[in-house]
């Protein structure tokens, strides 16, 4: 178990206790940036809190923000004009207060924290996130994410030191 330097693990508290007391030695990263996979479930619990506050219901068939949650789990870059078209205006229909809007932009950026090769870039970029994302101005849920992405700032780093060159699944 010496040889050990990085580990890649769910960020969860118990896994982190877990592996502290198996292999203290070692440095622990995150799982696929788990961060993105965080500000992913952010998202949809905003949108899910959202609908329950806008139609006092669980999204049905016919709901806007129930039938942008595949358009809103879409990378930005990867949806084409019609698709922006439509999401724009299934949030027009049901955002009202535009916290489903600033979900799905604060995600995007956590999307980038792993195109970044160099550890030092990163862990700024990580601080500059969470300094935007924490405002009181902000949904419930980005404030969660950002909170979070604090909490994990040294792994993300340890992620970049671990492996220094961007990987193909940081683009979907």
Known sequence: MEAVRFATLDLSGTYKAVFDAA??????TPTR??????ATS???ECRRRAQQELL???GRKG????RARRLLATAHERLDDRGNEKLAGLLEASDPKGE?????????????????GDA??????????FSDMTGTDMPPEVRS???ALRRWRLEIAAWHKARPRPRKWCTS
């Open 33 to 38: 940036p788990r961060s993105f996979k965080h």
């Open 120 to 129: 030092d870039v990163a862990l700024t970029f990580v601080d500059e996130l």
């Open 42 to 44: 952010q998202l949809e």
């Open 63 to 66: 709901d806007p923000l129930f």
């Open 56 to 58: 006092g219901h669980r």
């Open 23 to 28: 292999v203290p030695h070692a440095t622990q």
């Open 145 to 147: 994410l950002g909170r």
């Open 100 to 116: 489903v809007r600033m979900s799905w932009l604060a995600r995007e950026p956590v999307r980038e924290i792993c195109s970044h």
